[in-house]
């Protein structure tokens, strides 16, 4: 499985941004996809995540309102829609595909990666 995001960039703060992820080869064996984010000098954090056979999402609370996780699964797809963002919200964020079972906010739980994009929020 191969997975490519894109539409990161730079925005003001209280601006919005979508992200994308497009995944490839054996997108069958693909039970969910997440989205995460490293700040630099922090380490990796949860964002959200979907299920693509049941459409069910998970995200911290911390999140909630402003970030959304959606997919089309027709197009092997996975979106994050970003919201009022603050310059808290600078990172590189990475889309993650998990074989297993479950949504999951654990990063152990994804065996493929992305190359990750930059979202950077001035203030």
């Known amino acids: 499985v191969q997975l490519q995001a894109s539409g990161g960039g730079l925005v003001q703060a209280g601006g919005s941004l979508r992200l994308s992820c497009a995944a490839s080869?054996?997108?069958?064996?693909?039970?969910?996809l997440g989205w995460f984010r490293q700040a630099p000098g922090k380490g990796r954090e949860f964002v959200a995540a979907?299920?693509?056979?049941?459409?069910?999402?998970a995200s911290p609370e911390s999140l909630k309102g402003r970030f959304t996780i959606s997919t089309d699964n027709s197009e092997n797809t996975v979106y994050l829609q970003m919201s009022v963002l603050k310059p808290e919200d600078t990172a590189v964020y990475y889309c993650?595909?998990?074989?297993?079972?479950?949504?999951?906010?654990?990063?152990?739980?994804?065996?493929?990666w992305g190359q990750g994009t930059l979202v950077t929020v001035s203030s």
């Open positions: 979907i299920s693509r056979r049941t459409g069910s999402t």
């Open positions: 080869g054996r997108t069958f064996s693909i039970y969910a």
């Open positions: 993650a595909a998990s074989e297993d079972g479950v949504v999951s906010g654990d990063a152990l739980r994804y065996q493929y």
